[in-house]
Nanobody, 120 residues
Framework: QVQLVESGGGLVQPGGSLRLSCAAS????????MGWYRQAPGNQRELVAV???????NYADSVKGRFTISRDNAKNTVFLQMDSLKPEDTAVYYC??????????????WGQGTQVTVSS
């Protein structure tokens, strides 16, 4: 069982910044990728950014140049630095981790979500 604990959401004015954190814990051999998704009311969950164990990043077009994903491998923690925030970034942000378990199976785990609200 893999647990993901997120932190860092909140209310910020347009143009402001927030930093989200997500720490993974539990019994696993390795982490293949960690990333962030978001879901606004009435919308489907969408990819924001993902970072693979090899260092490859992938960003949604809407956040390129404004958001940066990074990872502390020693602490199994992924960060999302969000700058130049816009009202349309308002959503619940979910952390995701794809891990290899001791059974050699691959598991995808989700955090509980953290609310980000961008409003004046």
């Amino acid at each position: 069982q893999v647990q993901l604990v997120e932190s860092g959401g909140g209310l910020v004015q347009p143009g402001g910044s927030l930093r989200l954190s997500c720490a993974a814990s539990g019994s696993m051999i390795s982490i293949s990728s960690m990333g962030w998704y978001r879901q606004a009311p009435g919308n489907q969950r969408e990819l924001v950014a993902v970072l693979t164990s090899g260092g490859t990043t992938n960003y949604a077009d809407s956040v390129k140049g404004r958001f940066t994903i990074s990872r502390d491998n020693a602490k199994n923690t992924v960060f999302l630095q969000m700058d130049s925030l816009k009202p349309e970034d308002t959503a619940v942000y979910y952390c995701n981790a794809v891990v290899r378990l001791w059974s050699m199976s691959v598991s995808s785990s989700w955090g509980q979500g953290t609310q980000v609200t961008v409003s004046s």
